[in-house]
C-alpha cells in the first residue's frame, strides 16, 4: 500500500483511522504513515509523488500565500468555505488526482 492507497482507504470509514474534524489528525496520520514506509525502503513513486507534489499543487491551484505545509493550506481552505476539514481534503484529493499527472502504480 502507498500513500494514495492508504488516503483512498481511509476515505471509505475517515472515522475509523483519523478524526474527520482535525486537519492535524489527518495530517499527522499520513505522515506518520509516509515516513514508516521510508525507514523500511518501502517508497515508491506515488509516494514521492504526493509528498513532493501535493502541497505546491494546492498553492498554485488556489492562489495561497506560501504556507509551511499542505496541512496549513487544507485548514485555511477549511476556514474559508466554513467546512470540514477531511471533507475540503478529501475534494482536494481527488482533484489533485484528475489533475495532477498522477504516475502509474507500480506493478
Do not use: C, K
Not at 506515488?46 to 509528498?51: C, N, T, Y
Amino acid at each position: 500500500m502507498n500513500t494514495i492507497e492508504l488516503i483512498q482507504t481511509i476515505a471509505r470509514r475517515p472515522g475509523m483511522y483519523v478524526d474527520p474534524a482535525s486537519v492535524d489528525s489527518i495530517y499527522g496520520f499520513i505522515q506518520g504513515f509516509h515516513f514508516a514506509r521510508s525507514l523500511h525502503g518501502g517508497l515508491d513513486a506515488r509516494d514521492h509523488w504526493f509528498a513532493e507534489q501535493f502541497h505546491p499543487w494546492l498553492q498554485h491551484r488556489h492562489n495561497l500565500a506560501p504556507m509551511a505545509t499542505w496541512r496549513d493550506q487544507v485548514a485555511r481552505l477549511a476556514e474559508m468555505r466554513q467546512a470540514a476539514p477531511w471533507s475540503t481534503f478529501i475534494e482536494e484529493f481527488d482533484r489533485f488526482l484528475r489533475e495532477g499527472g498522477e504516475p502509474a502504480a507500480r506493478a
